[in-house]
């Protein structure tokens, strides 16, 4: 278990869809709950969709004192699946959300019916690291407009930045109106990220999507957790950046829900 510092939970704002087993989308450091628009209503058809913004994301408050540690952050989802009355969910997460994701799986065991890995680790590495240190540069010494170019270098495939210019508008526009402080401190956390010790541990149904042009963590990582985690499986998505749910929504949803078909199946019996 961890023993990170940790303040109260907070009361977490997110999209709510659908009805069956409860799914829980976690978003990546510096995103929101939208990150995961174009796959809610593909999800919610079979199961209950619940895409919260993490602390000092999005809609949800930033708490006076708040840590921003993967202990505090797992405790708000643990909160927030108490007060909707879910003893145990699919937990997908991306990138950031795919190590929180991780982490309650390793700590909760109990809480996680199947846990999906969108652009994951099981580590934070230096190429990683480094990634972020350019980002909080950038954006301190260089302004907004530089800061949202390099965000969407590193994060998109170039072909799809290209093909969706409209999209790489809306970004440099929400990057203005942004407070960041929460993403700085958070992604400080992930600097420190490191489970492989006990990774091998996850006994839960796996699943790990990793794209191959990723330039944020490296597509390595999800061999390493394919052959870290037993009886998981993967899927590589080729030309493809790292925000997988917004380039290739239709290729991940097409993974991603046969896996909990076959992952409800084959559950315990432990009730969502």
């Known amino acids: 278990m961890s023993e990170e510092p940790?303040?109260?939970?907070?009361?977490?704002?997110?999209?709510?869809?659908?009805?069956?087993?409860?799914?829980?989308?976690?978003?990546?450091?510096?995103?929101?709950?939208t990150v995961w628009n174009d796959v809610v209503p593909g999800l919610a058809k079979e199961f209950l969709v619940i895409a919260p913004d993490l602390r000092g994301h999005g809609r949800s408050p930033s708490p006076s004192g708040s840590y921003y540690t993967f202990a505090e952050l797992m405790g708000d989802i643990l909160h927030l699946m108490d007060?909707?009355?879910?003893?145990?969910?699919?937990i997908v997460g991306l990138s950031g959300g795919a190590l929180l994701a991780l982490r309650i799986t390793l700590d909760h065991p109990e809480r996680v019916r199947s846990l999906t890995m969108v652009s994951g680790s099981a580590y934070t590495d230096a190429h990683t690291r480094s990634v972020a240190q350019r980002w909080g540069e950038t954006l301190v010494q260089e302004g907004p407009d530089r800061f949202a170019l390099r965000l969407l270098k590193?994060?998109?495939?170039?072909?799809?930045?290209?093909?969706?210019?409209?999209?790489?508008?809306?970004?440099?526009?929400?990057?203005?109106?942004?407070?960041?402080?929460?993403?700085?401190?958070?992604?400080?956390?992930?600097?420190?990220?490191?489970?492989?010790?006990?990774?091998?541990?996850?006994?839960?149904?796996?699943?790990?999507?990793?794209?191959?042009?990723?330039?944020v963590i490296d597509a390595s990582h999800g061999r390493i957790l394919r052959q870290s985690i037993p009886g998981s499986q993967i899927r590589i998505l080729t030309e493809t950046g790292h925000l997988v749910p917004v380039e290739r929504p239709k290729e991940l949803l097409e993974t991603i829900v046969p896996f909990l078909r076959s992952a409800e199946r084959n559950s315990d019996g432990r009730q969502s």
């Open 154 to 215: 590193d994060l998109y495939y170039p072909d799809w930045v290209e093909a969706n210019l409209d999209f790489a508008d809306s970004v440099r526009e929400q990057v203005k109106h942004q407070d960041y402080a929460p993403a700085v401190e958070w992604a400080v956390a992930m600097g420190r990220f490191d489970e492989r010790k006990r990774v091998a541990s996850v006994a839960c149904p796996t699943l790990i999507v990793q794209a191959m042009n990723d330039a």
């Open 6 to 33: 940790a303040g109260p939970p907070a009361e977490l704002r997110c999209r709510v869809e659908g009805n069956g087993p409860a799914v829980v989308l976690l978003h990546g450091v510096g995103g929101n709950h």
């Open 83 to 90: 007060e909707k009355g879910i003893s145990s969910a699919h």
